[in-house]
């Protein structure tokens, strides 16, 4: 079969349970595809051929003892974030070019037990900072839409590789809207989950009360699939929640869209930045969820001016200091010759991270140092509660917040936003991390350059299901989820 890599989820599933072909075929046809086309894309770091032949064996061995479930023998690609044992995990970074994890991230595990074959691992913004891919040690991932434009970030790798067919769903994770924007970007949809939802345990940490993963795929169905291996209490983690978990898939149709309550945020439609192109596709899909039977309801978010000047001083502060265990001396890059210790430190760091992680490790550590705690971190967390408290009045009055994701579409490689610009790109997605609350990102048209746009609905705390049924039901009766790049219609 030539046209493996066009199959959703269901229709893999269905097709490994009926035999139509195996496990090996199926991950030879991508790894295939990825020689051939990932050149174009830049979208792996790492390919893991012989892990992953290995791997789809052994489910095509499970299948015929009858010991299949679900997702046996379906291939996945993985953020380079995620710790795989045995697998080099740079998180982007040279400081980790030369770390290969001794144990895998619990989303990994879970991904094994479930059968997953992992073709890889994809890049990503340097420790998942920044939003467009590009501050990646191994360099810029393209955006299958169009090449010369960047994936979004920081899970652009994991964008790309679905969007261009070269992994049928991909692990992402999401601090501050790097599942939800290069979803965004590249036409897919992504669920970033409630905090405590998915195991953070075996995922390189940059702002542990805002890291939470995700699956990235090209519908909510998908979604719900991956969603439905990744999700659950972990004794790994401390921040994971006890709560038993939702079957993602079998609740795809549980919310109607008759009588839901959508709010529309005043002050998200008045930002400066909005796209015109961008408002307009939002505001079309909005019509058409209301025609499908959804209440639109006006709401205030009025703290909206706080997102990002909150998000930038409390996720540079713990960035700060999840980043200090690069040393030098523990693992990871080493400068050489050091004079001494404080060189060896100084050198490490300075070569070790880019320029953008250097900025946030200087942004977090002044706003944490004695004299400016109170003043810049302290304050930080009294607005964040503030945020919480505004989204939490407005779900008193409606069911889910509707958003656009991004203020616009994919920005052109190498644009050389001065990194204010960048940070005010992620005004919509922020707040949901400093709340703790569930969001997801659907394709709903494109701009004016073909580039494609999303819609973002935020959801109250443990609503994946909902958001996931409600985006299910838009996918139902529009096709913008099935519309493919012109790359991922190459064969290999
Ligand atoms: N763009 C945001 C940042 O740079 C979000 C990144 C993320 O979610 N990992 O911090």
């Given at each position: 079969m030539t046209d493996l890599h066009r199959l959703s989820i269901r229709e893999i599933s269905e097709g490994l349970a009926a035999a139509k072909f195996s496990s090996r075929e199926l991950t030879e046809h991508y790894l295939k595809r990825i020689a051939k086309i990932d050149p174009q894309?830049?979208?792996?770091?790492?390919?893991t051929n012989e892990v992953a032949l290995a791997q789809a064996d052994a489910a095509d061995a499970l299948r015929q003892a009858g010991?299949?479930?679900?997702?046996?023998g379906i291939p996945v690609a993985h953020k380079d974030i995620f710790c795989t044992q045995g697998i080099k995990t740079s998180a982007g970074s040279k400081m980790l070019d030369n770390f290969i994890s001794p144990y895998d991230a619990t989303v990994v595990a879970q991904g094994k037990t479930a059968g997953l074959v992992t073709l890889g691992k994809v890049n990503m913004d340097e420790f998942a900072?920044?939003?467009?891919?590009?501050?990646s040690f191994y360099g810029a991932t393209k955006n299958p839409?169009?090449?010369?434009h960047v994936p979004g970030g920081s899970s652009g790798g994991s964008a790309a590789v679905v969007a261009a067919d070269l992994a049928p769903f991909a692990t992402g994770t999401d601090t501050g809207g790097s599942i939800r924007q290069p979803a965004s970007f590249c036409g897919l949809t992504g669920l970033k989950p409630t905090?405590?939802?998915?195991?953070?345990?075996g995922i390189i940490a940059y702002a542990s009360s805002l890291d939470q993963a995700g699956p990235m795929a090209r519908s909510a169905e998908d979604c719900a699939y991956l969603m439905n291996v990744m999700a659950g209490h972990d004794a790994?983690?401390?921040?994971?929640?006890?709560k038993a978990v939702e079957d993602y898939v079998a609740n795809l149709?549980?919310?109607?869209?008759?009588?839901?309550r959508i709010g529309i945020p005043k002050q998200y439609f008045n930002v400066?930045?909005?796209d015109a192109a961008v408002k307009a596709r939002v505001e079309e899909s909005l019509k058409k969820l209301e025609e499908l039977g959804a209440v639109l309801v006006e709401i205030d978010l009025n703290m909206t001016e706080s997102y990002v000047p909150t998000y930038y001083l409390i996720a540079p502060a713990e960035a700060s200091s999840n980043l200090s265990?690069?040393?030098?001396?523990?693992?990871?890059y080493r400068a050489e010759n050091p004079q001494d210790i404080l060189d060896l430190y100084k050198r490490s760091r300075s070569e070790g991270f880019g320029a953008e992680v250097q900025r946030r490790i200087l942004i977090g550590t002044y706003a944490l140092s004695a004299g400016y705690y109170d003043a810049y971190y302290v304050k930080a967390q009294k607005v964040r509660r503030l945020i919480q408290q505004d989204f939490l009045k407005a779900f008193e009055q409606v069911d889910v917040i509707a958003a656009p994701?991004?203020?616009?579409t994919a920005y052109k490689i190498?644009?050389?936003?001065d990194p204010v610009e960048m940070y005010l790109g992620d005004i919509y997605t922020i707040a949901v991390n400093l709340a703790g609350l569930p969001a997801i990102s659907a394709p709903v048209g494109f701009d004016q350059d073909h580039l494609p746009v999303g819609l973002q609905l935020i959801g109250n705390y443990w609503s994946e299901s909902q958001l996931l049924s409600v985006v299910h039901q838009y996918q139902q009766a529009t096709d913008w989820h099935t519309q493919r790049a012109a790359i991922a219609e190459e064969n290999a």
């Open positions: 894309v830049r979208s792996y770091v790492t390919v010991q299949a479930t679900a997702l046996t900072m920044g939003s467009t891919s590009e501050s839409w169009a090449l010369d905090y405590g939802r998915v195991s953070r345990y790994k983690d401390s921040t994971s929640m006890d149709n549980a919310t109607t869209l008759k009588g839901l400066a930045g909005l265990r690069y040393d030098g001396v523990r693992y990871g994701t991004a203020p616009t190498g644009a050389s936003l």
